[in-house]
């Protein structure tokens, strides 16, 4: 059965054309997909495309070179050709496509978008509490990772931050998530060899469980100047975690864009009044808990002016999980929260109607006059995304709701303030929404990437 987490990690893949594989470093290749030389975008979308089918219908190599080297060869993307390096300027020769190279894009699209799947079903169980290196089928392995088979440790270790496999090109070693139960048979039996057809084999390996030392060699990336210390037995470009890399990458992107909301918010606790400040909660319990925790995160992110009281209340409505209550041209109410599996990000939705209704320029919803330049990005953007395209296919009054620029800014705003703190429980609770089987649910979020 193919992993849907395998094949959503491709589909949301946008394409880049860069010349090198070292235009592309470590965590961009979790939002990014590249083929060094494929310079062409149509010729790039072809391969992408031949990838995705790979994936989706359990292709075998011959099938997916069958289909895709034809296509190639009819838009001039074979053998070797001058090319000019856009780097440089200067006309080079390279190596365009070819059966060795379609095996290369082949093997590790689908080993790192498989090994996406494992992390993310795996980070998902709560059974599941460790993790199992194990080398794959390959004849020759490299030293270290000889050294790494059976290795096991908890599924939190900071190692697999960087050797979650693969960890190389033609790496085939991977790893299992195992629960607490067979993580302590595997440390009383081993791991059990299988007998080759020649009657080799058989036996047990004894589990390492104490996290080996790590080495590291310096490598230079002759194509940006970048250096970066790299673990020893790791291939350059592949010391990160396929899993993890999104949301790496989706943080450090938002951090990148944060400019673009300085207009709106404050640019820091320190510089404007902490929005907890106005708000006065009367609640207890798991929602007093959330809801600390959210105006801590709020607090790390951005400060604010000067804000009307509110108060936060606890509601045992079970027709919705958060809620913003105003009167119309005057004074703002109160927040009212319920229930629901991610009460984090509800609590933060609903400060982001308190900020857009008192705290930005205007007067009233700043989301709906868009008076604010920041807002205006905010809302244009959510718009320009295969999410909120796809709100449409759902029934008319949720699409209507999604849709409602009140909504999109206090949804965006939660995310925002998701990211930007990096609190865990906040990005858990994301993940979740994001993996949701149902449409409703899933679409009330941007994708890491979209955002």
């Not at 495309?49 to 994936?55: G, K, L, P, Q, T």
């Not at 009819?74 to 390279?94: I, M, Y």
């Not at 440390?187 to 996290?211: C, E, F, L, M």
């Not at 709100?391 to 949804?411: F, K, M, N, Q």
Request: glycine share 10%; charged share 25%.
């Amino acid at each position: 059965m193919i992993p849907r987490e395998a094949l959503d990690f491709i589909k949301r893949k946008q394409l880049r054309t860069e010349f090198s594989y070292l235009d592309i470093w470590n965590e961009e290749h979790a939002t990014a997909f590249s083929v060094a030389k494929a310079m062409q975008v149509d010729v790039l979308t072809d391969i992408k495309s031949a990838v995705e089918s790979a994936i989706e219908n359990g292709e075998t190599f011959r099938s997916f070179a069958n289909g895709l080297a034809p296509t190639l060869q009819s838009k001039g993307w074979w053998g070797k050709k001058e090319t000019v390096d856009p780097l440089t300027g200067e006309l080079v020769p390279a190596q365009l496509g070819s059966m060795r190279r379609l095996r290369t894009i082949y093997r590790t699209n689908l080993r790192t978008a498989y090994s996406y799947g494992r992390w993310q079903r795996g980070q998902e169980s709560t059974a599941h509490t460790h993790i199992l290196y194990l080398n794959g089928p390959s004849r020759n392995h490299r030293k270290q990772h000889r050294a790494w088979h059976g290795l096991l440790l908890p599924k939190d270790d900071p190692f697999w931050d960087t050797h979650f496999p693969p960890n190389g090109w033609g790496c085939k070693c991977y790893a299992r998530f195992v629960t607490r139960r067979t993580a302590d048979r595997l440390q009383r039996d081993g791991i059990r060899n299988p007998v080759t057809a020649d009657g080799r084999g058989g036996g047990s390996t004894t589990v390492t469980t104490k996290r080996p030392s790590v080495s590291y060699r310096t490598f230079v990336n002759r194509r940006t100047g970048a250096t970066e210390r790299i673990p020893v037995g790791i291939d350059p470009g592949f010391a990160w975690n396929p899993g993890a890399g999104r949301s790496t990458v989706a943080r450090r992107s938002f951090a990148e864009k944060d400019r673009e909301l300085s207009n709106t918010l404050r640019p820091s606790a320190a510089g404007g009044t902490p929005v907890s400040d106005r708000l006065v909660p009367r609640m207890r319990g798991h929602r007093r808990e959330a809801y600390e925790r959210v105006v801590a995160a709020i607090r790390s992110v951005h400060g604010d002016g000067p804000l009307p009281k509110l108060d936060v209340k606890s509601s045992s409505s079970t027709s919705f999980h958060g809620a913003f209550r105003y009167v119309p041209g005057g004074a703002p109410g109160d927040i009212r929260i319920a229930s629901g599996d991610h009460l984090e990000l509800t609590v933060a939705h609903e400060i982001g109607h308190f900020l857009d209704y008192s705290g930005l320029p205007g007067g009233g919803f700043t989301s709906l006059n868009r008076l604010s330049g920041a807002m205006n990005e905010v809302l244009s953007r959510s718009v320009d995304t295969d999410t909120f395209r796809t709100i449409g296919s759902l029934p008319r009054s949720r699409a209507h709701y999604l849709t409602d620029p009140c909504e999109v800014w206090a949804r965006a705003y939660a995310q925002y303030v998701a990211y930007r703190s990096g609190d865990g429980v906040m990005m858990a609770q994301l993940n979740t929404i994001l993996q949701s089987e149902t449409p409703g649910n899933r679409l009330t979020q941007w994708t890491h990437a979209e955002f």
